[in-house]
Nanobody, 115 residues
Framework: QVQFVESGGGLVQPGGSLRLSCAASGSIFSMYVMGWYRQAPGKQRELVAGVTRIGNSNYADAVKSRFTISKDNAKNTLYLQMNSLKPEDTAVYYC?????????WGQGTQVTVSS
């Protein structure tokens, strides 16, 4: 069974950076399109970045040029480098396939951007 474990979140000031990691239980990253999602309080979960099996990436307009998604298939790990963070980036961040599979949602990692 596939399991994702997200880590790397925390409290950061506006303009700061964080790097999120998502470890998978199996070799899923080489088989599926993978993505980072986020859910802010009172809002629906949204896809912010995706990466294809061959490494092509795309981003939501809100994070374009600030976030970078990458993966290491050998380590079964997905990353999200987040720079120039803004208070509106505050959310719980999750990884999953694209589209997301209900059974694969993990606990997520909290990112809080505040001064």
């Amino acid at each position: 069974q596939v399991q994702f474990v997200e880590s790397g979140g925390g409290l950061v000031q506006p303009g700061g950076s964080l790097r999120l990691s998502c470890a998978a239980s199996g070799s899923i990253f080489s088989m599926y399109v993978m993505g980072w999602y986020r859910q802010a309080p009172g809002k629906q979960r949204e896809l912010v970045a995706g990466v294809t099996r061959i490494g092509n990436s795309n981003y939501a307009d809100a994070v374009k040029s600030r976030f970078t998604i990458s993966k290491d298939n050998a380590k079964n790990t997905l990353y999200l480098q987040m720079n120039s963070l803004k208070p509106e980036d505050t959310a719980v961040y999750y990884c999953n396939s694209v589209p997301g599979v209900d059974a694969y949602w993990g606990q997520g990692t909290q990112v809080t951007v505040s001064s």
